[in-house]
């Protein structure tokens, strides 16, 4: 053949500088954008002056350690207490953008941007999605959805930083999705993790094959999966998935798998990460687990100091294969309230993932939910499910006994379609939806 491999050897890194900085010059670097930060919100949030007492000179700190000592953490419930706008350092006028938390409490948590805090998001996203595998060349298809929720639009500036051609499905069907991906060869994309499966479960209801699809790196965010789920989405797809972190209140995509899998390197030039005792709050040596603990160093509308995600993970500074000295964090499997209580009996939510996992065969083992409901005072829980199209002959009666055997309370169970489920949740389907308290 002619012409072969014409193209010069592509970089693996998006900023090769920034991504192998020494972990020494790291430490300096975060010390000295801490005390900007702090010496920042000093200076202009009334929630930082007010409620946690801040002053310039807590800014004069020499290590990381008297940074960790010194200053108080921020909470979402501090944020929750809070006006609109008391966390707000500039001007209203200089605000360009703002997004939500999507959770389900009364009242979201919101997140301003400025123009420069969208810049610098997206100079530092970029690394993320360039490390697993988005290129300039790249048909990418963002299926997370837009709107108040950051991981679509936020993500989108930092994919436009690599000039790769994105298209904006968002939150449209799965069949029209499906026809996009196929019509448009995309090879590149982005979404919630169980959605993967979802869009499997209808391709198969409607005779698609996802052998037609071109898809190589899929990036799967916002919610913890399973290393089997991911083996089943690789295999269907027949494409790489990578896990992606962050949150809302803080950036999304703030750390992401390189090709290795083992962790997801933070981008701790962005925020400073630190690991603490959920309980104790105490900071942890590297490699224990614990709740992750942000500051962000760049953030001029909704800055934050030390805040606790709920999130449970552990943080590694030796080297990767990649070449990447950029620290990783184990991936999030649980969160610091990842137990629900029911009739004096503690779910773990993993623990039910795991469980239904093994149903495999039987139903679709990603896209279920079990809602729990107080009828009158009397709580029940109930299972929906999706059956497997081969299994459907005595399925049930297996999986009810298996419940019965593995659960400490009784479960009803009940059969809807992949559509129907998809359908009962909005940008994604919980699985664990609570109405008790509503
Ligand atoms: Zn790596």
């Known amino acids: 053949m002619l012409g072969i491999n014409t193209q010069k050897k592509e970089s693996a890194f998006w900023d090769k500088q920034k991504e192998t900085i020494s972990v020494a010059d790291l430490k300096s670097l975060q010390i000295a954008k801490l005390r900007e930060s702090v010496r920042f919100v000093a200076e202009h949030s009334d929630f930082y002056r007010q409620r946690k007492k801040l002053l310039e000179h807590d800014a004069s700190f020499n290590s990381l350690d008297e940074f960790s000592k010194k200053i108080p953490f921020t909470t979402k419930e501090d944020l929750l207490q809070s006006e609109l706008y008391e966390n707000l350092c500039v001007p209203k006028k200089n605000l360009v953008e703002m997004h939500s938390s999507s959770g389900t409490s009364a009242k979201p948590v919101y997140s301003f941007l400025t123009k420069q805090d969208i810049q610098k998001s997206s100079e530092y996203l970029a690394r993320t999605w360039y490390m697993q595998g988005v290129r300039e060349e790249s048909l990418f298809a963002m299926m997370a959805s837009y709107g108040l929720f950051s991981a679509g639009l936020l993500n989108h500036y930092a994919i436009q930083q690599i000039k790769s051609f994105i298209i904006p499905i968002g939150g449209s069907s799965a069949l029209k999705t499906l026809g996009i991906l196929r019509e448009f060869s995309v090879d590149s994309c982005a979404a919630v993790a169980s959605y993967y499966s979802y869009l499997i479960a209808m391709a198969k209801q409607n005779n698609i094959r996802l052998s037609d699809l071109r898809l190589r790196h899929i990036i799967a965010g916002g919610e913890p999966f399973s290393e089997n789920q991911r083996c089943y989405v690789e295999k269907e797809l027949n494409a790489k998935m990578y896990d992606q972190y962050g949150l809302c209140e803080i950036n999304t995509g703030l750390a992401g798998e390189c090709a290795e899998k083992n962790g997801l390197h933070i981008l701790a030039d962005y925020v400073y990460p630190e690991i603490v005792h959920p309980a104790s709050g105490e900071v942890l040596e590297e490699n224990q687990e614990g709740e992750l603990v942000l500051t962000t160093f760049y953030k001029q509308a909704s800055p934050l100091l030390r805040y606790r995600t709920g999130d449970i993970t552990s943080i590694s500074y030796a080297s990767c294969p990649c070449g990447r000295t950029m620290p990783r964090i184990s991936r999030i499997k649980r969160r610091t309230t990842d137990t629900l209580f029911y009739k004096g009996v503690n779910i773990e939510k993993p623990y039910i993932a795991k469980l239904i996992e093994g149903l495999q065969g039987y139903l679709?083992?990603?896209?279920?939910?079990?809602?729990?409901?107080?009828?009158?005072?009397?709580?029940?829980?109930?299972?929906?499910?999706?059956?497997?199209?081969?299994?459907?002959?005595?399925?049930?009666?297996?999986?009810?006994?298996?419940?019965?055997?593995?659960?400490?309370?009784?479960?009803?169970?009940?059969?809807?379609?992949?559509?129907?489920?998809?359908?009962?949740?909005?940008?994604?389907?919980?699985?664990?939806?609570?109405?008790?308290?509503?």
């Open 364 to 438: 679709n083992p990603y896209i279920w939910q079990i809602e729990l409901n107080s009828d009158a005072g009397r709580d029940e829980a109930v299972l929906k499910i999706v059956l497997e199209q081969s299994e459907r002959e005595n399925a049930l009666d297996h999986i009810t006994a298996y419940l019965q055997r593995s659960l400490d309370f009784k479960i009803k169970t009940r059969v809807f379609t992949a559509d129907e489920l998809a359908r009962l949740g909005n940008s994604k389907l919980k699985n664990f939806l609570d109405n008790r308290n509503n």
